[in-house]
Each structure stands twice: as C-alpha cells, then as structure tokens.
C-alpha cells in the first residue's frame, strides 16, 4: 500500500481549489494515478503535482484530468477554477482597476492600460502565439503587440487591434464597446484633428450613445439608426469598397447579432407574419435598420423594416 497522499496546499487559496477539484474528480472516478495517467496519457508526476495545491497545471492538464474522470460535464467549471488559480497564482491582476466595468474603472491611459492587461490576466494569460490565434491572426494583432498590451507598455492602436485582443482574451462581444468607449475616450482618437468633413461631429456623438446605451441598457431603433451611421462616417473608407454588405462587417456583430430582441418572435406588420429575430440592423452601410426573420416552424428567411415591428 502506497503512502497516504499530502494535504492539499491552500497557501494560495485559487490554487488550492483547483487540486481539490482535481482530487475529487480522481476519486470519484475511483482511479490510481497510475490508471488516470494511461486514460490522460500524463505521466503520473504530472497528475500529482497537478493535485498538490503547489502548482498550477497546464489548462489542457485539468481538462484531460476532468474528462477521464468524469467525461465532459464539469470541464466547463474546471476551466473557470483553473483560470481563477493561474490569476492568484502569476499575481499580476490589479484588483483596484479589475476588468468588468472599464467605463467606471479606468479614469486614465494608464488605468485602460493595466484593466486590458487584467483581461489577459483573467483569461489565464495563455501563451502569446494561443492570444494571437484567438484574435484572428497576426495579421489583426501582432505577437509584439499583443505582448506590449499584456506587459501595460502600450495599448491597442486601433479599433481593430483593440477587438481583436478583446476577442482573443474570450471578452463577450456584447461588453466590447464599453472598452471601445474607454479606448475612444483615452487614446485621443475622440478628438483628432478630422480627416474627413463630419468627422468629429460623429466621433462625439457616437461616444455619446454608447454612454447612453452602456449606462441605461437601452436601446432604441433610432438610436441604432444614429449609432450605425456615425460608426459608417468613421470607418476608413477601404472597409466600405471591399466589402459593401454590414453583415460582413467585423463591427457588425455589436449592432446585429447582439441586439436585445435576437431569438424573440415578432410580427412583421407589413406582412402579417410572424418569425424569429435572426438579426437587426442596416441592411447596407447607407440603409435604414431592417430586420431579419425567420419563419416560425423553419423557411425561408425574409426581411422587413424594423420600424414597423412592435416592441415584441
């Protein structure tokens, strides 16, 4: 008979629960390391030291631990423990900017600086190359950059560098403008000297609906329509040549598949028929906001005017 396992280690706390999960997961399994290493195809050290509370494994580690204990249905609550363990134990997230509500945290450069490198922070900080990957490449962000914003040395240089390192820091599209906001608000890119007629005009009106819209969760169809039309006058203009379609639009996501009503059944009153919201929003870059359905019990999609949708 083996010696008796040590106590898990709780010197830091996160940690400390992720090899109880690990512990637990193993014995409900009924498994030996040495039986948990062939199904993992870890070697045993490895397993031990994953459930020592000393350390904190590799993400792949935990999951591959789960799942051949218990198959997938805790995988999902092992990755949050895991990345809550890896924060505690690198000890660079500052907990006076966090990273849920930029817009009330970071009053400064300095402070958007440090919550988007708590956004790496939470998300696990995983290897460079694995955030460049998420994010869609180095072409949309650059290993350099992406460590130069992890490391609080600069921050995004554009729109599209900033949501590209939103998503691959795993951030939910939905909560991508308030860190366009912050961006907007402390990079100078609100007040540039205007580089073409309506410029600045839509550059504070823009920061001005999405104030409202992050402040007040509301959202009106004329406020969208504003919101959409002021985005178009600052987009440069080869995103509007290369692909005239909004839907195509890497930005199109915040106004189209996250609007509140997607999912709900509404009634086309121009129709008499009744679908499922699959998107709203300008249907091209100069059009009013429209509205795509889906027929209740499957067809074919159609669109209509989303002004005359009653609030369903």
């Given amino acids: 008979m083996g010696r008796p396992e040590k106590a898990v280690d709780f010197s830091v706390p996160a940690r400390g629960r992720l090899a109880a999960l690990l512990r637990e997961a193993r014995h409900t399994a009924g498994l030996t390391y040495d039986r948990l290493a062939g199904l993992t195809g870890r070697s045993p050290s490895t397993l031990k030291r994953a459930s020592s509370g000393t350390s904190v494994p590799g993400e792949q580690v935990v ?3 789960v799942q051949a ?22 000890g660079r997230y500052d907990r006076a900017v966090g990273h849920t509500r930029p817009d009330l945290a970071c009053s400064d450069r300095r402070e958007l600086a440090i919550g988007l490198s708590n956004l790496y922070e939470h998300a696990g900080a995983p290897p460079l190359d694995t955030l460049v990957a998420r994010a869609g490449g180095s072409w949309a962000l650059p290993r350099s950059s992406a460590a130069a914003i992890v490391r609080r040395r600069m921050v ?13 820091c795993g951030v939910p599209a939905r909560v991508h403008s308030q860190w366009i906001y912050v961006w907007l608000l402390h990079t100078g890119h609100g007040t540039q000297r205007p580089t073409k007629p309506g410029r600045s005009s839509a550059t504070l009106d823009l920061t001005a609906d999405l104030i409202h819209v992050i402040r007040t969760g509301e959202v009106d169809h004329e406020r969208i329509d504003t919101i959409v039309r002021n985005l178009t006058t600052l987009l440069p203009v080869r995103w509007g040549c ?18 509140p009503w997607a999912g709900m059944v509404v009634l086309d009153t121009g129709t008499g028929r009744r679908g499922t919201v699959r998107a709203i929003g300008p249907e091209s870059l100069h059009s009013s906001p429209v509205a795509w359905l889906l027929p209740v019990g499957g067809g074919r999609e159609w669109t209509t005017s989303s002004l005359i949708i009653p609030d369903p």
Wanted: aromatic content about 8%; glycine content about 6%; overall charge positive.
């Fill in 69 to 90: 204990c218990l198959g997938g249905e805790r995988v999902t609550e092992a990755r949050r423990v895991w990345r809550a363990a890896r924060t505690a134990h690198r």
């Fill in 242 to 259: 290369a692909a005239p379609n909004l839907r195509h639009q890497r930005w199109a996501k915040y106004f189209l598949d996250e609007h």
């Fill in 63 to 65: 999951v591959d631990m």
């Fill in 156 to 168: 995004p240089v554009s729109m599209d560098q900033l949501v590209a390192y939103l998503t691959g």
